[in-house]
C-alpha cells in the first residue's frame, strides 16, 4: 500500500473517530498496569507513539516527569488535549509528527510506549527500531496491542478491516517475538489483559465498510471462537472480548 494514501487514509478515519474514540471506556482498562510495568517515576521523560486521544499519555504524566505525545491526527490531538485540561495535567507536549521517523535525538527518552497502534503501521518493524533509538540505554520499549495465535489472525484481521480501513494487520504472538528479536532487544517480557467491548458500543464508535456483514460475523462466532476475540451474549447483547498482549523489554 502507498504509505502516503494510508496516511491519508488514518488522519481521515481517526478524525470521524476522535470524539467516540476516548469514550469507550475500556479503552482506559489496565493503565495502572502499564506504570507497573515501566516501574514509572518522577525522573522518567516518556514518548507515547500514535499517542491518539491521550489517554496512555495522560496516565503517564501523573506518575513521570513529562510525557510526549506524537500522533498524525489532529482531531485525536485535540481530544488529547482535552483530557489533558480535565487531569490539569502540566507536563505534556502533543506533537504531529511521523512515528517511522521520529523527530528526536538518540537516547531521549527512558520510557517508550505504544498502544494500539501497531497494526496499524505499514513498516512495524521500522516503528520499532525508532522506539529503540529515541529510548536511553536501559530505558523501556513497552508495545500494546491486540496479539493472537497464528491460526486466528486471518480471521480477525478479515473483521477489523471491515470495521477500520485503516487497519494493516494485527501481529501474531510470534510475529511481535520476531519484531523484537529483529530490532535486537534480547529479554523480552509479556503481560495479558481481556478488553470487553459491546458489540453496540464498538459500531457506534467505528465506521465499518459493511456494518451488516461485519455484525453478522460477529454474532455468528458466539462459542466458535474463529475471530479470536471470543464473542459472548448475555441477555440479547454482544460482547467481544479483545486479547491485549504488552510486550516489553530493557533497551540494551
Known sequence: MDTKKHNE???????????????????????????????????????????????????????????????MTQGMLDEAKKLQTKFNLKNLTWQIGDVENLPYED??????????????????????????????????????????????????????????CSHVAALSLTEFYRLFEKVGFKNVNTDFYSMKIGLNEQLEASFPSN?????????????????????TEINSEYFLHYPIQIFFAKNN
Not at 55 to 66: G, L, Y
Open 9 to 71: 487514509n488514518i488522519v481521515e478515519q481517526f478524525s470521524k473517530q476522535a470524539s467516540g474514540y476516548s469514550a469507550i471506556t475500556s479503552h482506559s482498562d489496565a493503565l495502572e498496569k502499564l506504570i507497573s510495568i515501566t516501574s514509572a517515576s518522577k525522573k522518567d521523560k516518556v514518548l507515547d507513539i500514535a499517542c491518539g486521544s491521550g489517554i496512555v499519555s495522560c496516565e503517564f504524566a501523573k506518575h513521570t516527569n513529562h510525557v510526549t505525545g506524537i500522533d
Open 107 to 164: 537516547n531521549s527518552f527512558s520510557i517508550v510506549v505504544s498502544r494500539f497502534g501497531f497494526h496499524h503501521f505499514l513498516n512495524p518493524l521500522k516503528v520499532l527500531s525508532e522506539m529503540k533509538r529515541v529510548c536511553k540505554p536501559d530505558g523501556v520499549v513497552i508495545v500494546v496491542d491486540v496479539s493472537l495465535p497464528d491460526t486466528k489472525i486471518k480471521k480477525y484481521n478479515e473483521m477489523e478491516r471491515n470495521r477500520d
Open 211 to 231: 456494518p451488516i456483514a461485519l455484525k453478522d460475523m460477529i454474532v455468528a462466532d458466539v462459542g466458535v471462537d474463529d475471530l479470536g476475540i471470543n464473542v
